[in-house]
């Protein structure tokens, strides 16, 4: 029987996170797909299977060509400045926005991954997101944000320079180790003081 419970377990462990990667993909994907049909080809007699989401990748390219090429800066500003200032919306769409430039686009904050001293003999993984804090009279200190495992929240901390340590590392591949609970493999890991 305890044969049969770990082969249990080994299935369970190549099955599980296999099942929720396709799960959550199915879903976003025909969430997508149904919603861009009916918004869009309702008059269609036919269903084509991934029409939708054909036509979810032509808008954002082709909005990301209007913003590059023929919707000028000022417009632009206009429009976020709107969003910015409207109450309950500006909320959401900065969070929103910093989260999605953080992530890609030319303000990319997670690229400097870094080891924090926390206590003697304890030390966490991050990523410097802000050296200068003095427009919120903050000196001496740099802001490090440190994802929780398995889940998308963390925590930003305050800390002095000197108990960080500055990491020669892929920021994607320490952010996989640091959602992983470090059980996702890294090549190597070497510090650089910073």
């Given at each position: 029987?305890?044969k049969?419970?770990?082969?249990?377990?080994?299935?369970?462990?190549?099955?599980?996170?296999?099942?929720?990667?396709?799960?959550?993909?199915y879903?976003?994907v025909?969430?997508?797909?149904t919603?861009?049909?009916?918004?869009?080809?309702?008059?269609?007699?036919?269903?084509?299977?991934?029409?939708?989401?054909?036509?979810?990748?032509?808008?954002i390219?082709f909005?990301?060509?209007?913003?590059?090429f023929?919707?000028?800066?000022?417009?632009?500003?206009?429009?976020?400045?709107?969003?910015?200032?409207?109450?309950?919306?500006?909320?959401v769409?900065?969070s929103?926005?910093?989260?999605?430039?953080?992530?890609?686009?030319d303000?990319?904050?997670?690229?400097?991954?870094?080891?924090?001293?926390?206590?003697?003999?304890?030390?966490r993984f991050?990523?410097?997101?802000?050296?200068?804090?003095?427009?919120?009279d903050?000196?001496?200190?740099?802001?490090?944000?440190?994802?929780?495992s398995y889940?998308?929240?963390?925590?930003?901390?305050?800390v002095?320079?000197?108990?960080?340590?500055?990491?020669?590392?892929?920021?994607?591949d320490?952010?996989?180790?640091?959602?992983?609970?470090?059980?996702?493999?890294i090549?190597?890991?070497?510090a650089?003081?910073?």
């Amino acid at each position: 029987m305890k044969k049969i419970f770990n082969y249990f377990l080994r299935g369970l462990v190549f099955f599980f996170p296999v099942f929720a990667t396709f799960y959550v993909m199915y879903v976003t994907v025909n969430w997508a797909n149904t919603t861009f049909n009916n918004l869009f080809f309702d008059w269609l007699q036919y269903d084509i299977p991934g029409l939708g989401i054909i036509t979810v990748i032509v808008l954002i390219s082709f909005l990301g060509f209007l913003i590059k090429f023929c919707i000028s800066r000022p417009i632009l500003n206009f429009f976020e400045s709107l969003l910015a200032r409207t109450p309950l919306v500006k909320i959401v769409y900065s969070s929103v926005k910093d989260l999605t430039e953080a992530f890609v686009g030319d303000k990319k904050k997670f690229n400097r991954p870094v080891i924090v001293k926390v206590a003697d003999g304890l030390e966490r993984f991050g990523f410097l997101t802000e050296e200068n804090l003095s427009k919120l009279d903050i000196v001496d200190r740099v802001a490090v944000y440190c994802p929780h495992s398995y889940n998308f929240s963390g925590n930003l901390y305050l800390v002095d320079p000197q108990n960080i340590k500055v990491l020669d590392q892929n920021p994607s591949d320490v952010m996989k180790f640091i959602i992983s609970a470090g059980v996702t493999k890294i090549d190597k890991v070497n510090a650089i003081e910073a």
